[in-house]
């Protein structure tokens, strides 16, 4: 039986070499932390190192791009869907990059360590396995959820904190139909500051209005349909002292009340590179100017948030929940 395992193991490592020696294939992600139900991007890079051109197809009856995604344990995660690509032409010394989401293909039910790598088909010759790459899968902190009906189903909606980056801190939100098992929507609004809440709304249409805190007198607007699919955004700030806040009339719609609206198309630091400059500059004292009395605009009339038409409800790709 050894022998046997051992002779197995000798052809397979044999058919590897062959297809190595046409083959060179490299995966990486973005990032290295990923907040649970978010798309893990995977960027694969495939070249042709032979002297001959490459055709990668379905036409054997496999995919000629698979994944092989494990735990930390290295206990392999359960394959929900079968991926499948387009056929790719390879000219010799060609490389080409793909990205694939690998969140609807796999579940990823659980925060923990992952690791992911390619595995390419290629009929008659073998597979190529790439390296693996390292990732985390972590629940970040909800700081705010409500449960309203929708169609006919309870649908979940919560705001969540999460790091992608080190410096770096977003406000996340997330609309589940659990009745379903399904998640409509998992996205970044946009970062946010520490220890402050943002301020929540939901208007008669169904609308999710959102304002957020993204620096000193600095507020990002939301506005995003029943199915999380974002249809605004707008940047307004502290104006005579008073910070913006949502309100709501008496017939239910939802206003940014007080703050001025900035210029769409007026630059502005993010939040992190803000928070770098005030870093860069910690050692610098600089010299006061001379005051100079600044003028008073007219205060701005508190505007109703511009409603649109009700749009068609397009549900994001479904993954599956636990």
Not at 190 to 196: K, N
Request: charged share 20%; aromatic share 6%.
């Amino acid at each position: 039986m050894r022998h046997l395992a051992a002779l197995g193991a000798l052809c397979f490592l044999a058919t590897t070499s062959l297809v190595t020696a046409q083959l060179q294939v490299s995966v990486q992600t973005e990032r290295s932390d990923f907040l649970l139900y978010e798309r893990v991007d995977l960027h694969v890079t495939i070249t042709n190192v032979g002297e001959s051109d490459l055709v990668l197809n379905n036409d054997e009856g496999h995919p000629w791009l698979s994944f092989l995604v494990t735990k930390r344990n290295r206990l392999p995660v359960r394959q929900e869907r079968r991926s499948t690509f387009r056929s790719i032409n390879l000219k010799a010394g060609e490389t080409k990059t793909l990205k694939a989401d690998l969140t609807p293909l796999y579940s990823f039910r659980e925060e923990g360590d992952y690791n992911a790598a390619a595995v390419i088909n290629l009929p008659g010759q073998g597979d190529i396995v790439s390296d693996s790459v390292p990732f985390v899968v972590l629940r970040g902190r909800q700081v705010w959820m409500q449960h309203r009906p929708v169609n006919g189903s309870q649908r979940a909606y919560s705001l969540i904190r999460f790091s992608p980056q080190p410096d770096k801190t977003d406000l996340y939100l997330r609309v589940e139909d659990p009745s379903a098992n399904l998640i409509l929507a998992n996205l970044s609004l946009g970062e946010v500051v520490a220890y402050i809440d943002p301020d929540v709304n939901f208007d008669p249409q169904g609308n999710l209005h959102v304002l957020q805190p993204i620096a000193s007198g600095t507020y990002l607007y939301s506005r995003a349909d029943q199915d999380g699919k974002v249809v605004h955004q707008g940047i307004f700030k502290t104006f005579q002292s008073q910070a913006p806040r949502l309100a709501k009339l008496e017939d239910g719609n939802v206003i940014v009340l007080g703050g001025m609206e900035e210029n769409p198309n007026t630059s502005r630091e993010t939040l992190s590179q803000g928070q770098q400059k005030a870093s860069a500059q910690a050692d610098q004292v600089p010299q006061p100017p001379a005051a100079q009395p600044e003028p008073q605009p007219e205060p701005p009339v508190a505007q109703p948030v511009t409603q649109p038409e009700a749009p068609v409800a397009q549900p994001v790709a479904p993954s599956s929940t636990p």
